[in-house]
């Protein structure tokens, strides 16, 4: 804590004024190419903004699709309608069926995967780590090209669907993609009317991309650290990027196999999962959740790791706990590798099993917890700046505790096994991953976007998109808690009236109320993420210059100008503790904070405007 | 990106005065060992990434074998051990010609490197040959992977007439004839046999699944079958396993074999195919020759492959095999080229030394772990019984 802060090392107190205007890595080259082809990790970091946030479009307009599809339900099967009726609904059932599984799918691979680690991550962490780029930049840009063509496999799905349902023209090999994110056997084998064979071969080339830029993160933070950066001075956001390296490069490759051999099953039939001929569906499932477990936690330890920074940063206060911060991302990580089978609770697995799993899935409350309070702590006594990076955060903890309490009804046994498959686990799911995640990714972008593109946002707007996709969120999505508990099957395109409940001296059909209370949340949802948008656009457009560190941190990204130069930094990078923030103080006529010489014999800590 | 480095002021603590124009060292390392050491810790993480992609498929094969080990045992006679044992007699040898190799470029033989690296893709030339005379042979037998195969269940007749059992022994690499036809007789035969363990029979006319979502008699009940298949012949390992042997939902499974040995072989020999593709490419930067030379032989190996594919679009084997030929004589012509070094092509001593053998090493590692998977693909497909 004593230590000098990096900023005192070097002769490079001047970094601001001296490189502000000059060469940054945003105009060193010029050109479509030097962009496409570029080897430097922030560019391919912001190239993969561009491709995964047009991902996140995609999958929020199913989101919004399907929700509106919910706001009347469709009448059922058999229950007093007409065969005609019937005929319409069963086409609107197919629908809905397209429309969730690609909500998921684009939503899982294309987005939460790879939102933190390959946007975030690429960019910001050689700068973390004093590196000037990561261990290999050329298998950075090709990871790159490779998350692009998996998003080519997507699109020709979509392009498939939108030709069938517009046209009548039916593409070779099945239209969408109608089985689920998950895929399951024999269902996604046999009978589906997608076209699973490409959206399986998307998969897999997304989880390459996936495996390459886990072994490329894995291999800078062993071996690109420079002097004084030890593994105990690491950022927090490292850690968590290294942990979900571990996971990247552990988990992925089983899924790889898995896809291909549905792939060969759905084209050839190969009899290893379709029971049919022979083979074991439930061992697809195995296979498919020793993957995909883990993969939540690729989605949440980066988010992890931006909170981590996001609280110390705006409680101007020293992270509290650091190593248990960092020894839980490492546990979660290994945790995460133990608990596929909590998914298969009614799939036929042995009650022994069953309860090992259970007991597994419970340990992974604690480095869970362990980081909650770590945060908590973090902000109790520090000098708080609702400043929106930390709002972002701050809505992270509120629907990661949500959402990793009602983790625990599923995995105690006793209450899984009526809640699964219902929208239970539609709620719990989407605050933990999606919620949580999101949240944290928009933390990430609020809190780095200065450093980014040199440009303030305006602090007004992204409030307000806060706000309303906070409160949008937890409309949609609480509900569905209630519903789930009710009875509420989840992928159904219909629903009943449910439960009636009397309210203002009114009998209110709960499943109705409540659907529609969640589209109406869903629509305020994508209302605030526009507004995001709209909001780092204007910023891009006509921002405020920002400054080197328009927040006070010590991580030593904000040690270097903003736009960062093309090689990161113009002096050597010696780093010190990355959470002692004594040696700032603000400057309002940059609306920044710079160094302070003084810092040294200040007594008490440098506080906030 | 070497450009940039002009630009930076103080460029890795001092160590930049050692070697700093290196031209193999990338500007954001600080000096070659810690681009080597970077290097090969990435190449070992990713060939962990490759074990357990195939460990997934040992695991696929190894819940598939205990389900129904009567089915591998039997199926697995179809194989050829001898040119089994032969590939794994060559691709031995290639490890050992590769690991050479590294040892040369680490001495500065450039010789010997360049001969090593040749004999070691021929070794590749002659495990993709082996290979592909061995899948030749199921083909003719009808022991392709998926719905053409003999043994498909969905076909509902099983089982038909086929390889395991065509009445003459001695015949069995003949064509089979007309299956389908024959079929029913055949399952006449059988089926009394059988009728007292089978636990389900497919009733005559029954759509092609009606069997489907059934449970598997013989993981649930296992206690209720009674002895046959190896479990029977246990200890009297003389006797050879018949398709009679088998119960019926076994004979039903027997083309599962085929399709778990396509796949995993046929993921390997894919890596095969990118291993001796990452060799020709030290092959040509150990060999010193012109650059734009590189492309030479890659116009008559489009053309063979695109020959192959057009073969594959109109379903001619005979095009296939002109393609394939075609592209694997020219890319040997090329490897022999560069190997011998022909005096139109030299223009230096190569790029790798005891100074810089990286990409040689690493290369060298991928192919080591080629060459161990097909070291467990080898006993657990060919010598089961």
Same mark, same amino acid.
């Given at each position: 804590?004593?230590?000098?802060p990096?900023?005192? =090392?070097?002769?490079?107190?001047h ?5 502000g205007?000059?060469? %940054? ?9 030097? /962009? ?12 993969? $903004?561009?491709?995964? !946030? ?9 989101a919004i ?7 009347h ?14 005929q ?6 197919d ?11 684009v939503?899982?691979f ?11 991550g %690429?960019? @910001?962490?050689?700068?973390?780590l004093?590196?000037k780029d990561?261990?290999?930049?050329r ?5 790159f090209w ?6 080519v496999?997507f699109?020709?799905?979509? !392009?498939?669907g ?8 039916? $593409?070779p ?23 699973v ?9 997304l ?6 830029t886990?072994? %490329?993160?894995? =291999? ?5 650290r ?7 001075? $690491?950022?927090?956001f490292?850690?968590a990027?290294y942990?979900t ?10 899924l ?7 792939? =060969?099953?759905?084209?050839?039939g ?12 439930v ?6 959740w ?24 705006f ?9 248990f911060?960092?020894?839980s ?19 036929g ?6 309860? @090992? ?7 992974v409350?604690?480095?869970?917890? @362990?980081?909650?309070f770590?945060?908590?702590g ?5 000098s ?5 990076p930390?709002? /972002? ?25 009526p809640?699964t ?8 799911f989407?605050?933990? $991953?999606?919620g949580s ?44 808690f209630?519903?789930g508990?009710?009875?509420?099957p989840?992928?159904?395109a ?19 109320a409540?659907?529609?209370i ?5 629509y ?10 709209v909001?780092?656009l204007m910023a ?8 080197a ?16 130069p ?11 503790d ?11 006529a940059?609306?920044?904070w ?6 040294a ?9 | ?16 005065a050692?070697?700093?124009?290196? *031209? ?7 000096? *070659? ?11 070992w993480?990713?060939?962990? #990434? ?10 696929a ?8 080990p ?19 007699i060559?691709?031995?040898?290639s ?6 190799g590294?040892?040369?470029s680490?001495?500065?033989? #450039? ?8 004999v ?13 005379i ?5 083909w ?7 719905? &053409?195969?003999?043994?498909? +269940?969905?076909?509902g007749?099983?089982?038909?007439k ?11 690499? +003949? ?8 079929? *029913? +007789? ?11 363990q089978?636990p ?9 699944d009606?069997?489907a ?21 246990f ?5 050879q ?26 993921l ?26 590189w ?13 192959a ?7 001619? *084997?005979?095009l296939?095999a ?21 005096p139109?092509?030299?223009?230096s001593e190569?790029?790798? &030394?005891?100074?810089?053998? #990286? ?24 010598l089961?019984?």
């Open positions: 804590m004593s230590a000098i990096a900023n005192l =090392a070097g002769g490079h107190a970094a601001d004024d001296s490189h205007h000059g060469d %940054n890595y945003l105009n060193h080259q010029r050109g479509i190419l030097s /962009w496409l082809l570029t080897l430097d990790h922030k560019r391919i970091g912001l190239m993969y $903004m561009m491709a995964v !946030l047009t991902a996140f479009a995609i999958g929020g307009v199913f699709l399907l929700r509106t599809m919910l706001w339900p469709l009448p059922f099967y058999g229950v007093n309608i007409t065969p005609d009726d019937q319409r609904a069963s086409t609107s059932y629908l809905y069926n397209h429309f969730f599984t690609l909500h998921g799918a939503m899982v294309l987005f939460m995967i790879p939102a933190i680690p390959a946007i975030l %690429n960019f @910001v962490l050689p700068m973390q004093g590196a990561v261990a290999f930049p298998l950075n840009l090709l990871s490779i998350y692009v063509t998996g998003l496999f699109l020709s799905l979509l !392009l498939g939108v030709l069938h349902v517009a046209f009548g023209i039916n $593409m090999g099945g239209f969408g993609l109608d089985t689920g994110w998950t895929f399951y056997t024999p269902y996604s084998s046999s009978h589906a009317e997608g076209n064979v490409a959206a399986t071969l998307g998969a897999f080339i989880g390459f991309s996936s495996i390459l886990g072994v %490329n993160f894995l =291999a800078t933070v062993h071996m690109l420079p002097k004084g950066m030890t593994w105990f001075r $690491m950022p927090l490292i850690w990027v942990s390296a571990i996971i990247q490069i552990l988990a992925t490759p089983v790889a196999i898995t896809l291909l051999l549905l792939c =060969a099953e759905r084209a050839i190969i009899g290893i999962f379709d029971p049919r001929l022979g083979g074991d569906p061992l697809f499932q195995h296979f498919f020793f993957y995909s477990h883990p993969a939540v936690y690729i989605m949440i330890l980066p988010a992890m790791g931006i909170i981590s920074e996001v609280m110390a940063a409680s101007r206060k020293h992270i509290f706990g650091y190593a911060i960092a020894f991302s490492l546990s979660i990580a290994l945790l995460s590798f133990l608990v596929w089978g909590h998914h298969m609770f009614v799939s697995q042995s009650p022994l099993t069953n309860a @090992v799993f259970s007991l597994i899935t419970f340990s409350a604690i480095p869970s917890a @362990v980081k909650v770590n945060w908590l973090t902000m109790y006594k520090g708080i700046r609702l400043r929106t930390m709002l /972002w955060a701050l809505g992270f903890i509120w629907l990661f505790t949500i959402g990793g309490l009602t983790g625990l009804f599923l995995g105690a046994l006793a209450t899984d096994v809640l498959n219902t929208l239970f686990i539609v709620a719990h989407h605050y933990v $991953m999606m995640t999101l949240f944290a990714f928009m933390a990430g972008m609020y809190y780095w976007f200065p450093k980014m593109f040199g440009k303030m946002y305006d602090e007004t707007i992204g409030k307000w998109a806060f706000w309303l996709a906070f409160i949008g969120f937890n409309v949609t999505f609480f509900p569905q209630v519903m508990s009710q009875g509420n989840r992928r159904y219909s629903y009943p009236d449910g439960p009636i409940i009397h309210m203002l001296g009114r009998d209110i059909p709960s499943f109705v409540g659907h529609r969640a589209t109406v949340g869903a305020t949802l994508g209302l605030g993420l526009t507004l995001a948008l909001n780092w891009l457009r006509n921002g405020k210059k920002a400054a560190n328009p927040w006070g941190a010590n991580t030593l990204e904000w040690h270097t100008p903003s736009p960062p093309h090689d990161n930094f113009s002096f050597t990078p010696v780093a010190g990355p959470y002692d923030m004594h040696g700032w103080k603000y400057d309002p940059i609306d920044g710079i160094e302070d010489e003084q810092a014999t200040r007594p008490s800590p440098a506080h906030a405007h | 990106m070497s450009t940039v480095e002009s630009n930076v002021a103080d460029h890795g603590n001092g160590d930049a050692h070697a700093p124009h290196d *031209p193999h060292l990338a500007h954001h390392f600080e000096n *070659p060992e810690q681009q080597y050491a970077s290097a090969k810790l990435g190449m993480v990713f060939l962990g #990434t490759e074990i357990l992609m195939f460990g997934g498929l040992f695991c094969y190894s819940v598939y074998r205990h389900n129904h009567d089915v591998f045992a039997l199926a697995h006679e179809a194989l050829n051990r001898w040119l089994g044992a032969a590939n794994t060559v691709l031995i040898t490890s050992l010609t590769m690991a050479w590294v040892r040369a680490q001495l500065g033989s #450039t010789t010997a490197l360049r001969w090593l690296l040749g070691t893709i021929l070794g590749g030339y002659f495990f993709m040959g082996i290979k592909a061995e899948y030749n042979t199921k003719k037998h009808h022991l392709m992977p998926g719905s &053409g195969n003999t043994y498909y +269940a969905w076909n007749q099983t089982p038909v086929g390889f395991f059992n065509e009445e003459p022994e001695g015949e069995k690499t +003949a064509e089979p004839t007309a299956n389908k036809s024959e079929a *029913p +007789a055949v399952a006449e035969k059988t089926a009394p046999q059988v009728a007292a089978a389900r029979e497919l009733p005559p006319g029954a759509a092609p009606g069997n979502g059934q449970p598997d008699h013989a993981v649930i009940f296992p206690n209720y079958q009674t002895p046959k298949g190896i479990a029977a012949k200890g009297a390992a003389d006797e396993l018949k398709l009679d042997d088998l119960n019926t939902g076994d004979k039903q499974r027997l083309y599962t074999f085929f399709a778990v040995y396509f796949f995993m072989t046929g390997h020999g894919l890596h095969v195919l990118v291993g001796m593709a990452l060799i020709y490419w030290i092959l040509l930067r150990a060999s010193g020759a012109r650059r734009r030379l492309l030479v032989p890659a116009a008559p190996m489009s053309v063979g492959l695109f020959l594919y057009l073969g594959v679009v109109c379903g001619s *084997p005979r296939i002109i393609g394939v030929a075609v592209a694997a004589v020219s890319s040997l012509w090329a490897v022999v080229r560069y190997t011998i070094k022909a139109r092509l030299a223009t190569g790029e790798f &030394g005891p100074d810089y053998y #990286t990409p040689v090493d690493l290369v060298g590692l991928y192919w080591h772990l080629v060459d161990l998977i097909w070291i467990f693909l080898f006993p657990l497909l060919y089961i019984h």
